[in-house]
């Protein structure tokens, strides 16, 4: 009865974060169509910009039978993160680009980011130290593979502006795995849209990448106009969400493989559909040794680091698919699953998800910079999974201590609105209800409300 109430509170309180925005954003009836502080040029050959995003969130104490060392804080918490990017790029041939960003973190996540397999902040890593780093620094070669083009608009991530309609782009260097695969348009981007780990990105997708999310590979990707098809070989941690990569490819790797298809379903409207899989080679443990070991009296606990060194392999798959409905409204859904034997090595605590959810612009209500969007995930873990876990066994999110296994149920929602300063500052209210924190019934429901200062340069 207490979780209906708290659902519906959330719910509620949902609302409240839309009305309450609302009323924030008639300070100043700002509609401006610039969307960065500074006019970014179309033609010179190089390209320069920055963004800042900073999140607060907040949890009120919730209820709990237990905790353990990696719980969720069940005591009133709160958190900031700030994430600075300059992103830099060179176009040196009409089919040849370099780009190079570099970025600086401080802050962390709500329990030091541990006790949630759906974390309420993607920017919230474990290696936020306020020390500057290299994100990204890959070379993208085009090779048309028609006389045809289409006009491609300047990113950060692509200054390219005309390009073949059928094409095979070539990209090495060291980036994030998700800037190529899992996109989504409605759920993708923490800095202007939703900010759960499994809403941003599929949560079932173990991605090869170091505790800040990048990684250094290649990616070949071919494009045609109602039809992609990529594949990306890449190095994986040393340990689990470790900092280090391992450089020698016959110790670890990752291949990703990814189709997406783009069929016209509503007339005029966009529509895609990805079907996602993926390959890791690396040292991770095995959820029935540990259980085996722990039995046999030879570790006090489940310890799934507590292993000989051996390249074992982890897959899965996943399928995410956008719809524009109206110039107003959209759509996403995503699912995935992984082989679940292996421990959970990259992103997060998850063996098998379904999200879904979409977004509105303010055009309805004369606010055509502003957006609301709502989303709905169910995570789950294997059933070996489960047992080390309520054995006492730790993963590096997950740990209780203990556990009565149910499913993590998360709701999220956003309203992002211009803020009335200068071009290019946006804030946003964020709200989130977790049913089943860590997967445990034992603790929670949960609830975060957040805030979000976005500042593009």
């Not at 190079?100 to 759906?118: K, Q, R």
């Not at 990209?171 to 499994?198: C, R």
């Not at 090869?208 to 990306?232: K, L, N, Q, S």
Request: glycine share 8%.
């Amino acid at each position: 009865m207490v979780r209906i109430f708290l659902s519906g509170a959330a719910l509620l309180l949902c609302a409240i974060v839309v009305t309450s925005s609302l009323a924030l954003a008639e300070i100043d009836d700002y509609t401006s169509g610039s969307e960065t502080f500074f006019a970014h040029s179309d033609t010179l050959p190089w390209w320069l910009s920055a963004q800042s995003n900073t999140i607060f969130q907040w949890h009120p104490p919730f209820h709990a039978d237990y905790s353990g060392p990696n719980s969720l804080d069940r005591r009133s918490d709160q958190a900031a993160t700030e994430v600075a990017t300059l992103y830099t790029g060179l176009e040196l041939s009409p089919t040849l680009e370099a780009i190079a960003d570099f970025e600086i973190g401080s802050g962390s996540g709500l329990s030091d980011s541990t006790g949630l397999a759906g974390l309420t902040n993607l920017d919230a890593t474990r290696d936020l130290d306020g020390m500057p780093y290299v994100a990204r620094l890959w070379y993208r070669l085009v090779i048309p593979l028609s006389d045809e083009t289409v006009d491609a608009e300047r990113g950060p991530l692509s200054i390219l502006t005309t390009l073949p309609v059928r094409r095979l782009d070539i990209h090495i260097g060291k980036f994030s795995m998700v800037d190529f695969f899992d996109l989504n348009s409605v759920a993708n981007d923490s800095h202007t849209q939703f900010m759960n780990w499994t809403v941003v990105n599929n949560g079932a997708y173990d991605y090869p990448a170091d505790t800040r999310g990048y990684t250094y590979g290649g990616v070949i990707d071919y494009e045609d106009r109602f039809f992609g098809a990529r594949f990306a070989e890449a190095l994986i941690s040393k340990r689990a969400n470790g900092l280090n990569l391992q450089k020698n490819l016959q110790d670890a790797h990752s291949e990703n493989y990814e189709i997406e298809v783009r069929p016209e379903l509503i007339p005029k409207r966009f529509t895609a559909v990805r079907f996602l899989a993926f390959t890791n080679f690396a040292n991770m443990g095995d959820y029935h040794q540990a259980i085996d070991l722990f039995e046999a009296g030879k570790t006090p606990v489940p310890e799934i680091t507590d292993h000989r060194m051996q390249n074992t392999l982890k897959y899965g798959f996943g399928i995410n698919a956008e719809q524009e409905f109206t110039d107003t409204i959209r759509g996403f859904a995503r699912a995935g699953w992984n082989e679940s034997e292996h421990e959970s090595f990259n992103y997060t605590e998850v063996n098998d998800t379904v999200a879904f959810g979409g977004d509105i612009r303010g055009t309805v209500w004369n606010r055509p910079q502003d957006k609301f969007g709502v989303a709905f995930v169910g995570n789950g873990l294997s059933q070996r999974h489960r047992q080390y876990l309520a054995l006492g066994g730790l993963g590096f999110i997950l740990g209780d201590g203990a556990l009565s296994y149910g499913p993590e149920k998360i709701m999220e929602c956003y309203y992002n609105f211009p803020i009335p300063i200068h071009a290019g500052f946006f804030g946003a209210l964020d709200l989130q209800y977790i049913d089943n924190p860590g997967y445990n019934r034992a603790r929670g429901p949960v609830v975060v409300p957040g805030m979000r200062l976005h500042v593009e340069l």
